[in-house]
């Protein structure tokens, strides 16, 4: 009786998680914060979830919930900071997840969100290497407990995050993990930030870069052009050397940058100025990563003459509660 007994628990507690992981995605959907898909896809997937729970229990009953399966990975990019932007697919992901190990700078708006576990990587410069492999020591273990992992990324996993080197890695241990893009802040920062990266008669192409390559080297600087936007990540802690660098190719001093801090979130900013002030608008407002910034005649589209502080916000004045977003545990 004493086994049936558990066998019933267990059941229980995944069909009431299931059920309320639905009702709170009905909440999140009637109050029009989720799209009619995703809302689809999850009144689609509640029989499912329940059959899984039932799976659950019995692998509770017999001792088996990770020790008679094949640990699974993948790599989920997890947008710009914004709830709201996380993919159907990568909701879909962290709801399967054992646990959950994430970069430092992916919100803690989504982060605080996941019921699992979640262990977050110090990376900063400087530690970058020994913070990498502890991230790979994270995964390995659960990957030989038999656990679902995913890997979070900010922004786009493929995209300036060693996301290739990790997908090399993790088939080496015999791993083919899942790819779930993500919204990067190349395209969504500037959007965010009010700067269009093309504009009829004044951008027609777009370059991007990043402020540190392999072993904290600096990475080739693109030569000049009128019509060209420029869009850099992970370039602040390099931002006068880098301004140094697109002079020498031919930037003039007066072409205009902006900086989109914590893009998408309620800490979102925007500093606007020109190659020639922003270094010091940068360390005068304290700007930190995560930071997108743009270079070229695409910025004054919409700001204009707007020179500073330009923008300081709270999103939407909208806080995220776990009931809106419901990032949860299907095991």
Known sequence: MRAYHVLLCCFVWKTTQSLQTYSSFQKYGSNRYLSKSATRFFRENIFQNLHSSYEYSQSCLHGTQNSDREG???????????????????IKELNKADIVISDRLVSRAITEQIRCAVKVAKKKPGCAEEAQEEIYRWCKEALDQGKYVVR?????????????EEMLRFRSW???????PGV???????LLGSIPLT??????RI??????GQNDTTTDISPY?????????????RLASLCEDLKEHGYPDDCPVGIIENASTERQRVIVGNIQNIPELAQKFNVQPPSTIVFGWAVKVLHGDSF???SDFQLNGVEHSKEELFIGTEM
């Open 184 to 190: 990067s802040a190349i395209l969504s920062a500037p």
């Open 72 to 90: 699974c990975i993948s790599l989920v990019g997890a947008g710009p900071g914004d709830p709201d932007l996380l993919t159907v697919a990568a």
């Open 308 to 310: 500073g502080l330009v």
């Open 174 to 180: 015999g791993y083919e993990p899942k790819i779930v």
């Open 225 to 237: 052009h009128p019509e060209q936007t420029a869009v850099f990540l992970m370039a602040v802690g």
């Open 152 to 164: 979070l990324k900010i922004g786009d996993p493929l995209i300036f995050g060693r996301g290739g």
């Open 199 to 204: 504009h009829r008669g004044v951008a027609n």
């Open 207 to 212: 370059v991007i870069g990043t402020g540190y």
